[in-house]
């Protein structure tokens, strides 16, 4: 059976995705990745930070087709498909994270100012085991993110 | 004392290419080249700074030292300065300081660099806490993957097209074609950029800069040094710009995965790119008007055009058509990189900031040759190193 662990502690695939970050009580401020040792809006040093789920909707601010292979430690694809990186504006946290495209999207269909959602993809595979990664996928117009 | 009685005494460049030499001798001849210019002897130098790069996670494998040695070793103290791509800057801004402080009156300023082929890589090992590895891992995020998110977001909110880009690449490869120490000499159509082969969408090779390897040197002095030796004090560093960004930056910069939040920000968050400018002009008590001349770090076609914007040479949105206009060529209104830029250097990471230093002191002494932008006697050179290294220089006459 195939084990599949999230290749980062803060992206939790199941039961549905999402990505975990960090918010001020203070300010009110996010915080993502979740991985520093205390907040950074430096209007509140020290503020008290509590763990949040970041909205897993938000809206195409860029993207971007890449034609040749990444260096690692990007995992090598054989044979090689060019792969796409979304950048995506989160409306509540008013802040914009990369992302990979989820699988079987065709790029040239993408838009600025579209809406995306949180996606599961495979990062790499080893053997049994399957490194899952965070990617968004297009809100079809039934407004469901798809599979 | 002023920061205008720091002078610009000599300048020297190695030619970039892919010469397959160590670093240090590139520095090395640039370093000679910026003594003779300035009519002084290596043993007059009472400062030496050097621009690092980083290869494996050694640090002081290009170091103010390495030079020093080279040179000979003759005691000066040594500083060295790592800040990506704005190294250079840096290094200067270490160096003026310095001078400023009266704590010597002669610096020599170096950054040289042997670079890979290929894609710039993070080093090796697992770094699950470094968003520059984590970035490469997770999303095959490399450096061009952020200059085409620039560029369509460019398309998307101006209609810029992937021909304005490819302007932006003829237009430099025509003022390139009269320096003798660009690596790339020849005159590119917008159609032989077009012709390319797509990198990250939209954005081709030829939209793109090289890596490169070459070398850069400054000498400072102060303005009472310059005078006791007969160092006509032609050209002057009115600014140094070597700001980090303010808490919330809006916009994705390498090697981030995430902006900022500006929830909970106070006032309008400030884009890192206009602040670099912004403290430059500030120190300077110059503004955009002012400028004869620029070089800007056109590490893709589109963000030459970006940076037209974060400048103020044009107001957001109206960088397309200043290049239409021909204001950003040679005998335009505001030349733009009349070194011919990245486009026809490729990048040293630790030289090109003073790269940009040399062009504007030939620039503004009037010494540029078929590049010369008449009557020059203020010019601006900006840049931006990766992990949060603002860059800007403002020289004048």
Known sequence: MTERVPAVEWFRPTPEPVLLGRRGRRTGTYFFPPTDAAGRNPAAPDEELDEVVLSRRGRIWSWTTNHYPAPPPFPARDPFRPYTVVAVELAAERLVVLGLLADGVDPGTLRVGAEVELDVGVLDRTGDREELVWTWRPVTAAGEGGT | ?397
């Open chain 2, 1 to 397: 004392m002023s920061s205008d009685d720091v002078v610009v005494a000599g300048v020297g460049m190695h030619p970039w290419g892919k010469w397959g030499r160590p670093f240090v001798t590139y520095g090395l001849i640039a370093a000679r080249a910026a003594l003779a210019d300035a009519g002084l002897e290596w043993r007059d130098v009472q400062l030496v700074v050097g621009g690092e790069t980083v290869r494996n996670g050694y640090p002081g494998y290009v170091a103010g030292a390495t030079f020093a040695q080279a040179l000979g070793w003759q005691g000066a103290p040594v500083a060295s300065v790592y800040a990506a791509c704005a190294s250079g800057a840096a290094a200067l801004g270490v160096a003026r300081a310095h001078l400023l402080a009266g704590l010597v009156d002669v610096a020599l300023v170096v950054g040289a660099d042997t670079t890979p082929k290929g894609f710039l890589a993070p080093s090796p090992g697992e770094r699950g806490d470094d968003s520059d590895w984590l970035r490469f891992r997770l999303l095959g995020a490399t450096n061009p993957t952020y200059f085409a998110l620039y560029a369509r977001r460019r398309m998307a909110c101006w209609g810029a097209t992937p021909h304005d880009f490819a302007l932006v690449k003829a237009k430099n490869s025509r003022h390139g074609v009269h320096n003798p120490h660009a690596r790339y000499r020849r005159e590119i159509t917008p159609e032989e950029v077009a012709a390319s082969p797509v990198v990250a969408e939209p954005l081709r090779l030829l939209d793109i800069c090289a890596t490169s390897d070459g070398a850069a040197a400054v000498v400072l002095t102060s303005g009472s040094f310059a005078a006791a030796r007969g160092i006509a004090p032609t050209v002057r560093v009115a600014a140094v710009s070597t700001v980090t960004p303010t808490f919330p930056n809006p916009v994705i910069e390498m090697p981030n995965f995430a902006t900022d939040s500006a929830v909970g920000a106070d006032g309008t968050p400030v884009p890192f790119r206009d602040a670099i400018a912004r403290a430059a002009y500030d120190e300077a008590g110059l503004g955009p008007e002012d400028l004869s001349v620029a070089e800007v770090y056109d590490l893709s076609t589109a963000l030459e055009l970006d940076w037209y914007e974060h400048l103020g040479l044009c107001e957001p949105g109206g960088a397309e058509r200043l290049l239409h206009d021909g204001a950003t060529a040679l005998g335009g209104r505001i030349p733009v990189n009349p070194s011919g830029g990245l486009a026809c250097f490729g990048e040293a990471v630790p030289a090109q900031a003073l790269a940009q230093v040399c062009e504007l002191t030939w620039q503004l002494r009037g010494t540029a040759g078929a590049r010369q932008v008449e009557g020059a006697r203020v010019g601006l050179a900006v840049n931006q190193g990766l992990f949060g290294h603002g860059s800007c220089v403002i020289l004048r006459r």
